[in-house]
């Protein structure tokens, strides 16, 4: 079993950035994908970034492409989403997740492990 936890969330309003960590143990990058998630009431969970542990390779969403930035910290063993831009559309439960090689990044099913998730708002 892989233990994630997200932290960050929060409430921002529309124009304004937030920062979502998600901490990650040390052994879980070698070969393996990280992405992070967002769902809101009644929808399946849309993916938004991805980062290739070992070579940190990124995919963006369309809806968040040029506005989040997905990262890895060494340092504190986490993989952050900074989001810029935000809109009100923006507003969901963010989750961070980690899968093996193989599959599309944007299908959760192909997925392994997930965290408990962080509520982020955004506000007109």
């Known amino acids: 079993q892989v233990q994630l936890t997200e932290s960050g969330g929060g409430s921002v309003k529309a124009g304004g950035s937030l920062r979502l960590s998600c901490a990650v143990p040390?052994?879980?990058?070698?070969?393996?994908?990280i992405g992070w998630f967002r769902q809101i009431p009644g929808k399946p969970r849309n993916a938004l970034a991805r980062l290739h542990a070992g070579r940190q390779r990124t995919y963006y969403g369309d809806s968040v492409e040029g506005r989040f930035t997905i990262s890895r910290d060494n340092a504190k063993n986490t993989v952050d989403l900074q989001m810029n831009s935000m809109t009100p559309e923006d507003t969901g439960m963010y989750y961070c997740?980690?899968?093996?090689?193989?599959?599309?990044?944007?299908?959760?099913?192909?997925?392994?492990?997930w965290g408990q998730g962080t509520q982020v708002t955004v506000s007109s």
């Open positions: 997740a980690t899968k093996g090689a193989g599959g599309t990044w944007t299908t959760p099913t192909n997925y392994d492990f």
């Open positions: 040390e052994y879980i990058y070698t070969g393996d994908c």
